[in-house]
C-alpha cells in the first residue's frame, strides 16, 4: 500500500493537533475540587488555619447561580494550575453564594446566613467579587468582576502578597506592572 504525501501530510497535522490538546487539557483542573478549600461554614475557624498554615489571608469567590462571569472565571481562570498553586500557597479559599441561606460564621464569630454575610457585611450586588481578607478578617481588597486573564488574576495575587494595596490602587499597579515589562 502506497500512502500519498498528503495522507501523511494530513495525518501528522491531525496527531500535531491531537497532542497539542492533550497538553492544554493537561494544564487544568477542576477548580472546585483544586482552587478552592473545602470548609465547614465557618470563617473564625478558617482565619485561624489560615495563620496556622502560614498563608496570607482569605480570598472568598462572592458568587451566583447562572452567573456567566463566575463560570468563565472557573473555566479560564481558576482552573489553570500555576493559578491553583500560586493562590493555594498563599490563601485559604472559599466560595459563598450570595443568594445562599446557608448558615455561616463571619471572621467575627457572629452566625449569619450566606446572603446576609454577602449583601450586608461586604456589599456584594453583582458577581462575581473576589475578597481578599487580612489573618485578622479585615478586608483589604475587593476586585468586582472576571479578570481578562489568568495572568491579571495571578497579578492581583501578586499585589496582595506584596501588600501593595496599602501603597496603591490595582489598576495603577497593573499599569506600572505593564509598562515595566513593555520597557523590558
Known amino acids: 500500500m502506497i500512502i500519498s504525501p498528503v495522507y501523511k501530510s494530513l495525518t501528522f497535522f491531525i496527531l500535531c493537533f491531537a497532542l497539542m490538546n492533550i497538553s ?3 494544564t487544568t483542573k477542576d477548580p ?44 479560564n481562570v481558576l482552573n489553570q494550575e500555576k493559578v491553583q498553586a500560586y493562590f493555594k ?7 459563598v453564594d450570595i443568594e445562599g441561606d446557608v448558615e455561616i460564621t463571619n471572621f467575627q464569630g457572629k452566625a449569619t446566613t450566606q446572603k446576609d454575610f454577602a449583601f450586608k457585611e461586604n456589599r456584594v450586588r453583582a458577581t462575581p467579587v473576589i475578597a481578599f481578607f487580612d489573618l485578622q478578617g479585615k478586608r483589604v481588597m475587593r476586585y468586582t468582576g472576571r479578570t481578562s486573564t489568568a495572568e491579571e488574576f495571578l497579578l492581583l495575587g501578586q499585589f496582595i502578597v506584596d501588600k501593595e494595596y ?19
Open 89 to 95: 500557597k498563599h490563601f485559604m479559599i472559599f466560595t
Open 32 to 75: 472546585e475540587e483544586h482552587f478552592f478549600d473545602s470548609n465547614f461554614g465557618d470563617f473564625a475557624e478558617e482565619l485561624q488555619t489560615a495563620k496556622e498554615q502560614g498563608k496570607e489571608g482569605v480570598l472568598i469567590f462572592f458568587e451566583m447561580d447562572e452567573c456567566p462571569f463566575c463560570h468563565w472565571m472557573k473555566t
Open 24 to 26: 492544554i487539557a493537561s
Open 166 to 184: 496599602k501603597n496603591t490602587k490595582f489598576s495603577k499597579y497593573k499599569r506600572a506592572f505593564s509598562k515595566s515589562k513593555a520597557n523590558k
